[in-house]
């Protein structure tokens, strides 16, 4: 014998069905909560409120390179240890940082345009290299490609393994460049300037790909999204305000979003489709935002000065923060990724020191 259900559409005292009703009686999903304030603080004196250097770089080994006047800074985040990893000496000054993915090797980038590799199991530089007539800004590493962009406007491709100086010379740029970030498979190089121009080149090309000109101030953060091949983040300074997103497989703009203040980084969760950028004139923020909605998920406020700095834990959990203020913040970020889980401990109960050098 067959019972009829009271559930059919046709008892219903709504015109909306019951599996509609099921949907939307459900508990909604919980919010993720992030913590408002950052669980740890650095001093760090003589940090430089310059927005065109890269001062700031956390290795796959846990070590946080800090680049303060003429001096490189180690922070080990085990257990909370400073290092001193160099001095350039009275008459020059650190102007980028970037480890090599293996974290051995740390590359520095100097105000007088050369470009050093530290070993930083030995303390030793085993290399310096020349090229640049100005200040070098900012590094890129893939594989044993280093990669560094100059106040002279030029962006040189170097084969740490080969004795010339550099392999390729790339001309674009009419500005200082700031930017420079590869994706993931180091076929496709980003770079940015202050030409308020971001451009893409392909591996070993001497022209680049695409020249994106919708930016109208200098492009500084520069980030490449790892949960979906070609697409490319990048962030205008103080008169732009925007992060623009890209599709380096087509060439075309596929969104863009005003953020109200000037963005001076970017950088992708590991784990999830989500981003942060942090902020200069005039907010001095960093935010977190779920891609492609750009909902914003949380607002961290802390600095007094732009937020000039910024890096992303090897676990893929945690942001340190650097500012003018002369100050680094640690923030618990992102979440913890299903296959690899870390030990909560391994940050959040550091005593250590309070401040770099």
Known sequence: MH???PSRQIYSNTPVSYESRKILLSP???????????????DAPDLKDDFYLNLVDWSSQNVLGVGLGSCVYLWHALNGKVTQLCDLGEND????LSWISMGTHLAVGTDSGAVQIWDVATSCRVRSMTGHQQRVG??????????SGSRDRNIYHRD???????????EAHTGEVCGLKWNVSGTQLASGGNDNR????????TKPLYKFRDHTAAVKA???????????ASGGGTVDRHIRFWNTNTGQAIGAYDTGSQVCNLVWSKTTNELVSTHGYSQNQVFVWKYPSMEQIAVLKGHTYRVLYLSLSPDGQTI??????????????FQKSKIERRDDDDLDGIAGVTTIR
């Open 3 to 5: 019972f009829d259900s």
């Open 198 to 205: 971001l451009m893409v080149w392909e591996k070993g090309a």
């Open 160 to 170: 740490v393994r080969a004795q010339s100086m550099w392999t390729h010379k790339l």
């Open 28 to 42: 909604k999903k919980a919010t993720r909560t992030v913590g408002a304030s950052p669980f740890k603080v650095l």
């Open 138 to 147: 900012v590094l890129a590493w893939s594989g044993h490609t280093l990669t």
């Open 93 to 96: 000054s650190v102007a980028s």
């Open 320 to 333: 340190v923060t650097g500012a003018g203020d002369e100050t680094l913040r640690f923030w618990n970020v």
């Open 222 to 232: 520069i980030d490449w999204n790892p949960h979906s091949s070609g697409v490319l």
